[in-house]
C-alpha cells in the first residue's frame, strides 16, 4: 500500500466517524446519518453509470429496491429463526448483479434517452411485479417489520441495532440514540470508496472512461464496448442491491416506493448535484439533499422546490460539476440519442455509366478480397459488386471522384457497417460478418477521414489504449490491476509513437496537437493494435505541403512492413506512393492498376475531367 | 361487449391526450434537437390556469388563457435556460429538463396544495351521449373530437402553410433553411410555443375527465414518451400511431386485467426499441447536422 | 469556339474579400485571402481537394466565422452578420452536397426559396422553362430525383431569389459526364443571364470554359490570379497547384 492510499483511508475513514458529529448539530436526527451513509453506497454505483460510464440509467430503483426485497424476503422466509445479515446481503446483491445483467444485455446497446427511457421501463416492470406478487412482498404494503438480522463475526453475533454510548455534545445536547449500525455502514461505505477508487484507476475504468469519450475509436482499436458496458452495468446494479438491502434491513421495513421511478430519480438528483465523475461528488449530493429533505421538511413546505432549484441550479450555473455531461459536445462521435454513421454523400448513382468490375481472379495469396461486395443506404447503393484483390505487402491506393463510394468501401473493409450483398474474405477467411472490434484483433486496423482520438489523453495514452487492447483482447476485467505496468503494453505505444515521429509531443494532451499532428496519432493509433493491414482514410488532407512530405515518407516505411490500403485525393501522393491503384466510381470499381496504366485509361480520365478530353483543353 | 367499447372510447380519449403532449414532445425534437422532459410540466400549468379561470370567469376563457399562458411559459424558458442547450448531449438536456419539471410541479404544489383538483362543467355538457349500445359522457366525445380538430390544424399548420414549410425544412436541414435566408429561429420559437401551447390546452380541457394534482404532468409525460419512442422521435403520424395505440392498450388491458395496465406500455416500448429501435413511422436516420 | 473571355475595363466591384482568415479549431484553413468579383462577372475559384475552396464560401455566407478580414457586399460588411441575413441581402450559396431538403417535394423545395426570398428572383414559368426536368418532378421527393436533377433543383432555389452574387460549391462534382455536360450548361445561361458568380470547382475544364477570371488556391492562399486562358497556356501553373 502508497502512502496515498493509507492518507486516502485515514480521510475517509476519518470524515465518516466525524459525519454524525456535523449532522446532529444542523438538527439531523440520529438514523439519519446512517441512512445517509448507506444511500451514499447507491449514488456511487449509480455514479459508475452516469459519470465513468456516461449513460443515464432512469431505473436504478430496480436495483435499490430489488435489493431490499429480496434482503427482506431472505430474512423473513428464508431464515426467519436466525436471520443473518451476512448471507441476506449477499443474497440481495448476487440478485440484484444478475438482475443487472438481464436488463444490460437488452439495454446497453442503446443510448442516451432511449437507454434512460428503457431502463425505466424495465424498472417499472419489476415495480408492477413486485406490487402484484402479494404474497411474497406484501403488495402496496411492502414489507413491514422485518425480523433483526444479526451480524455473526466468528463466535459473536453482533446486533447492530446495540446503542452506541451517548456523547455529550456541549450547547447542541446529546448525541444518543447512535446504534452499532453506523459504525457497520460507515465501514461499508469506507470499503466501497477504496473499492471505487481502486477501480476507477484500474484498467477497466481506463477503458471505460475511453469508451465514453470515443466509443467509435474504442470499438476500432478492438474493445468490446458492449461488453466493458454491461460490465459496468452489472457492478453497478449489484452494489445498488447491496445498499438497498442494508437500507431495508436498517429500516426494518422495504416499502414499495423504493422501486418507483421517483427513487429512480431521486439518484440522479443526488449525483448530479454533488458532481458526477467524481468519487466524493455522490456522497456529497446524497449527504446534501437528504438533508435537506428531512431536515428543511420540517421546516418549510418549499423544501422540494429548494431541492429543485438546486438541481437546476447546479446543471446550468455549474457545469464543472456536469463535467462529463457537458464535454461530450465536443466529441467528433457524440452519443446522441441515434447512433450516427458516418453519412455518405446522398448522390443517387446516375445510371448512365455502366460497372466494370475490374477485380482479377482469386488466387492463393491475397490477404483480402471482396466478392460483388454491395452496400445501400436506403436506396441509394453506395458500393455495388465491388471486386477487389490485394496482395500481402502491398500498397494499394483507392481512388475516385467525391461520391465515389470510397470511405464506405473502408468501412465495410474495416467491418464498422455490414454490407448488404457480398463476402469479405481475409486471409482466406470469410470476415463479412466479423464485427469491427474482431477484426482488429485478426489484423485489420484502421486510420480515419477526420483523426478520431481520445482529445483529454495524452498522445502516449492514445497510443497505449491501443496496444492495451492488442494486449489485453476485446475484454478483460481487471478492476484492480492498474495498466501502469504492462510493459509490452508501453513498449508497443512508444513504438508506434516512434513510428509517426510523435515521440516529441507523447505528453501533449491530443486535443492540442495540431491537424498534421492529430492525423499522424490517428494512424500511430492504429498502428499501435498491431495490424497486417492498415487503412488509411485520406492521411494527408488538410496538411501543409511539409507535413504532407513528412507523412508520405512515413507511410511508405510503413508500408515496408505491413499491407498498406489508402484513400487519397492528392494524386501526386498516390502516383507516386502506390504499387497499385483502384479507381472507384459511382459506387463500384472503374479500373485497377499501376499508376501508369490508371494515369493513361481513358475511363479514369472521363470520371474525373468530367467527358472533357486533354484535347478540349487546348482548344 | 358493453364495457369493451366503453373501454375502447376511454382508451381513445387517454390516447388522444398523450397523442396532443407526444406531437409537441415530437415537433420540438424534431426542430430544435431538444429532448424535453419539462413538457409534461406544460400540460400541468395549463391545467391549473384553465381550473383558476374556469372557477373564477368562466370554461370556455379558460381554454383561451391557458394556451397563451403555457406557450409564454415556454418561450421565457426557451430564452433563459433551454436555448444553451440545444447543442449538448442529450443526457444533458434530459436533466435538465427533468429539473425544470421538478421546479414547475413543486412551484404548482405549493401554491395550489398537494390534493386533486378539478372543475365542473356547464350543466349543458354535462349529460351523456347514447351510441347504439353505449351511453357516453357527452363531455368527454366533445374533448376527443376537440383534440381531432386542434391535432388537424397542428398538421396543417404543418404541411400547408409557409411557416410549416420552413419548419419541416428545418427538421431536415436547419443550416440549408439559413442559406436560403430562413428564419429559422423564429420558426423554432414558434414550434416550441406552439407544443407547449397544445399540452396546455388539452391540460385544461382535460382536468374536467382526469382531475389534476401537481404530480399529474410527470404522470402524463412518461407514457407521452413512451408514445413517442413507440411512434418515432420526430414523427407527426408517429406520435398520433403510437399516441393511439398507448391509450388503447392501457384501456384494454385495465378491462382485461387492470394491474397489468401500467406496464403493459413499457413492455410495448422495450418490444419496440428492440425490434425496431426507430420506432414504428421513425426514420432510421433523421439527423443531419 | 467560344470568344476568348475578357476582363471589362471597369466594372463595379460586388463582392470583395480582403485578408480573410479562417480557422477549423486550431487548424488555420484560410490565409489572407483576398479576391474580387466584379458585379455580372464569372469568376472561378480553383484549386485541390482540401485546400480552402468550401471554406471560402462558408466564410462568404457567415457559415464559418472569418478571425479577421472583411468581406463586403457593394460595399457593405457581410462579416459578423449571421447566415440568414447574408443570404437575405441576395448572397446565394449551393452548397457542395446540394442539400436538397429530402423530406420535402421538389415543388416544395422550390416553394421555400420563394418563401424565404427577402425579394423574388425568377419566376417559377422561368425556371421551368431552364430546368425542364424539373417540371417533371415536382411531386417527387428530394431523395427521388437523380444526382443531375439534385443539382438543378439546388441553382433554381438560388435564382427563384434576388440573387445578387451567387456561389455555386462544386456543381459538377460527382455527376455523370453527360450531366456534366448539362450542368455547364446551365451556368452559361446564369452568365448570358448577367448574374454575378463565384465558382468553385476542382474540374478545371468545366470552370476554364464558362470563367471570365480564375483564381487558384493552395494551401489557403490565394497563389494565382488571372485569366483561364493563362492557366491553360501554363503546364507548369497546372502542375504545380492543380497536378493536372
Redesign the interface.
Known amino acids: 500500500m502508497l502512502w496515498a492510499d493509507v492518507r486516502f483511508t485515514v480521510l475517509c475513514a476519518l470524515g465518516i466517524a466525524a459525519f454524525p458529529f456535523l449532522l446532529h448539530p444542523l438538527g439531523g436526527y440520529s438514523t439519519l446519518a446512517t441512512q445517509i451513509a448507506i444511500v451514499s453506497i447507491a449514488s456511487i454505483a449509480f455514479n459508475l453509470l452516469l459519470g465513468y460510464a456516461g449513460t443515464l440509467s432512469y431505473g436504478h430503483a430496480m436495483f435499490y429496491g430489488g435489493g431490499g426485497y429480496i434482503a427482506a424476503i431472505l430474512v423473513m422466509r428464508a431464515m426467519p429463526q436466525h436471520p443473518n445479515l451476512w448471507l441476506a446481503v449477499a443474497g440481495a446483491t448476487v440478485g440484484t448483479a444478475i438482475l443487472a445483467v438481464l436488463v444490460g444485455a437488452v439495454t446497453v446497446r442503446l443510448y442516451g434517452i432511449y437507454f434512460a427511457l428503457l431502463t425505466l421501463a424495465f424498472a417499472q416492470m419489476v415495480f408492477f411485479i413486485v406490487e402484484q406478487a402479494k404474497d411474497w412482498t406484501n403488495g402496496d404494503d411492502g414489507l413491514q417489520a422485518l425480523p433483526n438480522a444479526l451480524l455473526p463475526i466468528g463466535p459473536w453475533n453482533i446486533d447492530l441495532t446495540t446503542h452506541l454510548p451517548t456523547i455529550n455534545l456541549g450547547p447542541f445536547g446529546d448525541l444518543g440514540e447512535l446504534r452499532l449500525w453506523y459504525i457497520f455502514a460507515g465501514i461499508c461505505l469506507l470499503l466501497v470508496l477504496i473499492l471505487f477508487r481502486m477501480l476507477t484507476r484500474s484498467q477497466f475504468g481506463e477503458v471505460l472512461g475511453a469508451i465514453r469519450e470515443n466509443e467509435q475509436r474504442s470499438t476500432l482499436i478492438g474493445f468490446n464496448a458492449a461488453g466493458y458496458r454491461l460490465a459496468a452495468f452489472a457492478i453497478s446494479g449489484g452494489l445498488t442491491g447491496f445498499a438497498g438491502a442494508l437500507r431495508g434491513l436498517f429500516d426494518g421495513t422495504v416499502p414499495v416506493d423504493s422501486l418507483s421511478i421517483d427513487r429512480s430519480g431521486s439518484f440522479v438528483i443526488y449525483t448530479v448535484v454533488g458532481g458526477v465523475q467524481t468519487l466524493f461528488g455522490p456522497v456529497a449530493g446524497t449527504a446534501v439533499i437528504m438533508f435537506l429533505e428531512n431536515v428543511l421538511s420540517a421546516k418549510t413546505p418549499a423544501w422540494r422546490l429548494i431541492e429543485g432549484l438546486i438541481f437546476v441550479g447546479v446543471i446550468v450555473f455549474l457545469p464543472r460539476g456536469l463535467a462529463t455531461v457537458l464535454k461530450q459536445q465536443r466529441d467528433k462521435n457524440p452519443r446522441g440519442l441515434f447512433v450516427r454513421s458516418l453519412r455518405p454523400s446522398t448522390e443517387e448513382p446516375d445510371p448512365l455509366l455502366k460497372p466494370t468490375g475490374e477485380g482479377r481472379r482469386s488466387g492463393p495469396m491475397s490477404i483480402i478480397e471482396t466478392f460483388k461486395l454491395g452496400k445501400l443506404f436506403g436506396h441509394f447503393a453506395a458500393n455495388r459488386d465491388i471486386d477487389f484483390r490485394v496482395d500481402p505487402g502491398e500498397l494499394r491506393a483507392v481512388i475516385g471522384p467525391n461520391g465515389a463510394g470510397k470511405t464506405t468501401f473502408f468501412n465495410l473493409l474495416a467491418g464498422t457497417i455490414a454490407p448488404n450483398s457480398g463476402t469479405i474474405n481475409y486471409k482466406g477467411r470469410d470476415v463479412s460478418r466479423v464485427s469491427g472490434t474482431q477484426r482488429v484483433h485478426l489484423g485489420i486496423a484502421k486510420a480515419f477521414q477526420t483523426a478520431s482520438l481520445y482529445p483529454d489523453q495524452s498522445v502516449r495514452q492514445n497510443c497505449r489504449l491501443a496496444a492495451l487492447a492488442r494486449v489485453q483482447g476485446p475484454f478483460a476485467l481487471q478492476v484492480f490491476r492498474r495498466s501502469m505496468r504492462l510493459d509490452d503494453v508501453d513498449a508497443l505505444a512508444e513504438r508506434a509513437m516512434d513510428r509517426l515521429e510523435l515521440t516529441g509531443v507523447a505528453d501533449v494532451r491530443a486535443g492540442d496537437l495540431s491537424h498534421g499532428d492529430k492525423k499522424r496519432l490517428d494512424i500511430a493509433i492504429a498502428l499501435a493494435t498491431q495490424p497486417q493491414i492498415l487503412l488509411l482514410d485520406e492521411p494527408i488532407a488538410g496538411m501543409s505541403k511539409d507535413e504532407a512530405r513528412k507523412t508520405e515518407t512515413l507511410i511508405r516505411k510503413l508500408s515496408t512492413e505491413m499491407t498498406v490500403l489508402i484513400i487519397e485525393h492528392d494524386m501526386e501522393m498516390v502516383m507516386g506512393i502506390s504499387d497499385s491503384i483502384t479507381v472507384l466510381h459511382q459506387g463500384t470499381v472503374l479500373a485497377t492498376g499501376t499508376p501508369a496504366e490508371i494515369r493513361d485509361n481513358p475511363r479514369v480520365q472521363e470520371a474525373y475531367l468530367g467527358g472533357h478530353s486533354e484535347a478540349e483543353l487546348a482548344h | 361487449m358493453e364495457a369493451f367499447f366503453q373501454a375502447l372510447l376511454g382508451g381513445l380519449v387517454l390516447g388522444l391526450i398523450y397523442v396532443a403532449i407526444a406531437v409537441g414532445l415530437t415537433i420540438i425534437f424534431g426542430t430544435l434537437r431538444l429532448?424535453n422532459f419539462a413538457h409534461g410540466a406544460f400540460y400541468a400549468i395549463g391545467a391549473y390556469v384553465g381550473l383558476v379561470i374556469a372557477q373564477r370567469i368562466g370554461v370556455g376563457w379558460a381554454f383561451v388563457a391557458a394556451p397563451i399562458a403555457v406557450a409564454l411559459f415556454a418561450v421565457l424558458l426557451d430564452r433563459l435556460?433551454l436555448r444553451?442547450f440545444y447543442?449538448?448531449?442529450?443526457?444533458?438536456q434530459?436533466?435538465?429538463t427533468?429539473?425544470?419539471a421538478?421546479?414547475v410541479?413543486?412551484?404548482l404544489?405549493?401554491i395550489f396544495g398537494a390534493t386533486t383538483q378539478q372543475y365542473r362543467m356547464p350543466e349543458a355538457l354535462q349529460g351523456s351521449v347514447t351510441l347504439g349500445p353505449i351511453t357516453y359522457p357527452a363531455y368527454r366525445l366533445l374533448f376527443a373530437g376537440g383534440v381531432i380538430v386542434m391535432l388537424a390544424l397542428v398538421w396543417l399548420f404543418i404541411e400547408r402553410t409557409?411557416y410549416g414549410?420552413?419548419v419541416?425544412?428545418g427538421?431536415?436541414?436547419r443550416?440549408?433553411?439559413?442559406?436560403?435566408?430562413?428564419?429559422?429561429r423564429q420558426a423554432s420559437t414558434i414550434v416550441f410555443a406552439l407544443g407547449a401551447a397544445i399540452a396546455g390546452l388539452v391540460g385544461a380541457a382535460a382536468t374536467p375527465i382526469y382531475s389534476i394534482d401537481p404530480g399529474t404532468g410527470f404522470a402524463f409525460l412518461?407514457p407521452s414518451?413512451?408514445v413517442v419512442?413507440v411512434g418515432g422521435?420526430g414523427s407527426f403520424w408517429g406520435a398520433v400511431l403510437g399516441g393511439l395505440l398507448i391509450g388503447e392498450l392501457q384501456s384494454l388491458t385495465n378491462l382485461a386485467y387492470a394491474?397489468?395496465s401500467?406496464?403493459v406500455i413499457?413492455?410495448c416500448?422495450?418490444l419496440v426499441?428492440?425490434l425496431r429501435?426507430?420506432g414504428l413511422l421513425g426514420e432510421s436516420?433523421?439527423?443531419?447536422q | 469556339m467560344s470568344a476568348p473571355p475578357s476582363v471589362p475595363a471597369a466594372v463595379t466591384t460586388r463582392l470583395r474579400l480582403d485578408g480573410i482568415n479562417t480557422y477549423y479549431g486550431d487548424s488555420h484553413v484560410l490565409r489572407d485571402v483576398s479576391l474580387h468579383i466584379g458585379a455580372g462577372e464569372t469568376v472561378a475559384l480553383l484549386g485541390r481537394n482540401g485546400v480552402g475552396k468550401t471554406t471560402t464560401l462558408k466564410s462568404i455566407v457567415g457559415w464559418q466565422k472569418p478571425r479577421s478580414g472583411s468581406v463586403t457586399l457593394d460595399g457593405t460588411e457581410l462579416v459578423g452578420r449571421d447566415m440568414m441575413s447574408i443570404a437575405r441581402m441576395g448572397v446565394s450559396l449551393v452548397p457542395e452536397e446540394r442539400r436538397i431538403f429530402t423530406n420535402l417535394t421538389v415543388a416544395e423545395n422550390l416553394k421555400i426559396a420563394q418563401v424565404t426570398a427577402r425579394k423574388p428572383g425568377w419566376t417559377l414559368e422561368h425556371v421551368y422553362e431552364k430546368f425542364p426536368r424539373l417540371r417533371e418532378r415536382l411531386t417527387h421527393k428530394g431523395d427521388e430525383i437523380s444526382g443531375g436533377e439534385k443539382q438543378m433543383l439546388a441553382i433554381a432555389r438560388a435564382l427563384l431569389q434576388d440573387v445578387k452574387v451567387l456561389l455555386l460549391d462544386e456543381p459538377t462534382e460527382g455527376l455523370a459526364p453527360l450531366i456534366v455536360r448539362e450542368v455547364e450548361n446551365v451556368i452559361r445561361e446564369i452568365k448570358a443571364a448577367g448574374i454575378t458568380t463565384l465558382l468553385v470547382e476542382q474540374n478545371l475544364y468545366s470552370a476554364l470554359s464558362v470563367a471570365d477570371r480564375c483564381y487558384i488556391i493552395d494551401q489557403g492562399e490565394i497563389k494565382f490570379e488571372g485569366t483561364p486562358q493563362q492557366v491553360r497556356d501554363d503546364a507548369a501553373l497546372r502542375q504545380r497547384y492543380l497536378h493536372v
Open positions: 429532448v435556460v444553451s447543442d449538448k448531449e442529450p443526457t444533458a434530459l436533466l435538465v427533468f429539473g425544470i421538478l421546479v410541479e413543486e412551484t404544489r405549493l409557409n414549410l420552413i419541416r425544412a427538421i431536415r436541414d443550416v440549408m433553411v439559413q442559406l436560403l435566408g430562413g428564419n429559422i412518461v414518451f413512451v419512442v422521435l394491474p397489468a401500467n406496464v413499457y413492455l416500448m422495450a426499441l428492440l429501435p426507430q436516420e433523421v439527423i443531419r
